[in-house]
């Protein structure tokens, strides 16, 4: 049950769970590093507001440390609950496992503006999909979704 994810009032849910090898990392004393994860995206999500690039948006999103259980509230992207089919709202990133790496202009742009105000390396990555190498701002993992709403969000940080 802990597992699981929940939408309520447009907010979704999801707790910070460890299990026994969740994020295993020998060469750290961490004991709990679901918790220190999630502390880590809400220090992300601060520098990202700190930095104010036009047009780049980015989730509403807190901690909950309720009964001994930390749980991550984030607002939900419009309209992506409505899509069955999230590639066609990916703008940079990759949100099949590295499967398939996206980029385009106009969000690469924003993304460059964030890497060069925190001090981000920019990286090329090499889409598995087609075997062209890309260019990405940050992390893989940074994923660049385009809402209903026409705004361009950055989640994942």
Known sequence: MRQHVYVYNQIFFSYAVDTPLSY???TSSDQFPSFTQANHD????????TVEVPDLHHLATCLVDFKGNRMICQSIIPG???????????????IDDKKTIVA????????LKVTTA???KVNKVIDQSNGASI?????T???GIKGSDKRNYCVDL
């Open 118 to 120: 925190l001090n981000i």
């Open 42 to 49: 809400i220090k992300g999500l601060q520098q990202l507001k």
């Open 141 to 143: 993992e940074i994923k």
């Open 80 to 94: 992506i609950l409505n899509n069955n089919d999230l590639s066609s709202l990916a703008e940079y990133g990759t």
């Open 24 to 26: 295993k990392d020998l």
């Open 104 to 111: 385009s202009e106009q969000f690469h742009e924003k993304m």
């Open 135 to 139: 260019e990405i701002a940050g992390s």
